[in-house]
């Protein structure tokens, strides 16, 4: 179906150098910083989509880019009918084919333009969704600290969700939901209530399914019994006054998905990041991506112990931590 849609409302994707696609706002991408002189990014561009044997026949190198520009005029005789072809996603479109051209009308300083939109079936390759602004979405919040975030945090996929360890939960929420209700008005969200923590379901327009979750917590959740393979946890009040008194401050730059920009967020302290994944592993044995990262950024080893030991009922020395980094290898983890 052929729409006239803002310029502005259509994502680029493309790969990043682990093969994810990320959506990109149109001046972010290299193909626009190319037509601006900025040529390194289209080059390396260029070359990943090579090697990634990604590239067609008539992928353009900068220079055949450069040229193209000045002479690109969209839908004139004989290419009247080459539009461009995008998908809607949630409140936004995201582009199907037309990179290049993309990047030239945006450069042209076009704000409208007609393109094709196809409803039928899904991405072949699917990749971050970014239809929120997680990082903007915390920005100026306090008495907070994001838990077990990912390592490609603040992009996410659909369905993923976001530990969030408050002083108080509720007052969290409100600041929160009244942030997201503002910058996202067409998007349908849900909460709830479930005592030790509060769930804020977000789901975009055009969605039937949750795209993203805001979980949090003003309590530990460890001495919840979720099933007959959890194991009860005690913490102590005291040990999560001190992950707060020690939090730390991170600059965070924001996917080019969005205006970039560098968000201040709260984490915990690294020693207290690794005491909560190796504590959530204990809880839920089955989430060895957090056993995984508590192996691979271990350091401090004897603070790590003692805090294990004074704060928790679980009890470890020196020769269990051996014993269990031997076995996440020999299990190939």
Not at 18 to 30: A, F, G, L, R
Not at 74 to 91: A, F, H
Not at 95 to 123: A, I, M, P, W
Not at 177 to 202: A, C, G, M
């Amino acid at each position: 179906m052929i729409q006239t849609v803002d310029i502005n409302n259509i994502k680029i994707r493309l790969f990043d150098k682990d093969q994810i696609i990320i959506p990109y706002k149109i001046e972010n991408t290299p193909h626009f910083k190319a037509l601006n002189g900025e040529t390194t990014p289209y080059d390396e561009y260029y070359n990943r989509m090579h090697n990634f044997g990604r590239a067609k026949n008539n992928y353009m190198n900068t220079d055949q880019f450069i040229k193209f520009y000045p002479e690109f005029q969209y839908l004139i005789p004989p290419y009247e009918n080459e539009y461009i072809s995008v998908k809607k996603v949630g409140d936004r479109y995201e582009s199907l084919d037309g990179d290049h051209r993309l990047s030239c009308l945006k450069k042209q300083g076009h704000t409208y333009v007609k393109v094709n939109v196809v409803n039928e079936g899904n991405f072949k390759w699917k990749g971050f969704s970014n239809l929120i602004n997680i990082a903007q979405c915390l920005e100026d919040l306090d008495d907070y600290i994001v838990l077990k975030g990912h390592e490609y945090f603040p992009n996410y996929y659909d369905y993923d969700d976001l530990d969030i360890l408050c002083k108080d939960k509720n007052h969290m929420f409100q600041q929160l939901n009244t942030k997201i209700e503002k910058e996202y008005p067409q998007f349908n969200i849900k909460t709830k209530d479930k005592d030790v923590r509060i769930h804020l379901d977000i789901t975009p327009p055009n969605f039937d399914k949750l795209n993203f979750r805001f979980d949090l917590l003003d309590r530990f959740p460890y001495n919840v019994k979720l099933n007959h393979f959890t194991t009860h946890i005690e913490v102590s009040e005291e040990y999560f006054n001190l992950i707060f008194d020690r939090k730390i401050l991170k600059t965070i730059i924001t996917p080019p998905t969005f205006t970039e920009e560098k968000i201040k967020i709260w984490f915990p302290h690294e020693i207290d990041d690794i005491v909560l994944r190796f504590l959530e592993w204990v809880w839920q044995p089955h989430k060895t991506r957090h056993i995984q990262a508590v192996r691979d950024n271990f350091n401090n080893e004897d603070e790590f112990i003692d805090i294990i030991n004074k704060y928790t009922n679980i009890e470890i020395n020196h020769q269990y931590i051996k014993e269990l980094f031997e076995d996440l290898k020999n299990k190939g983890l």
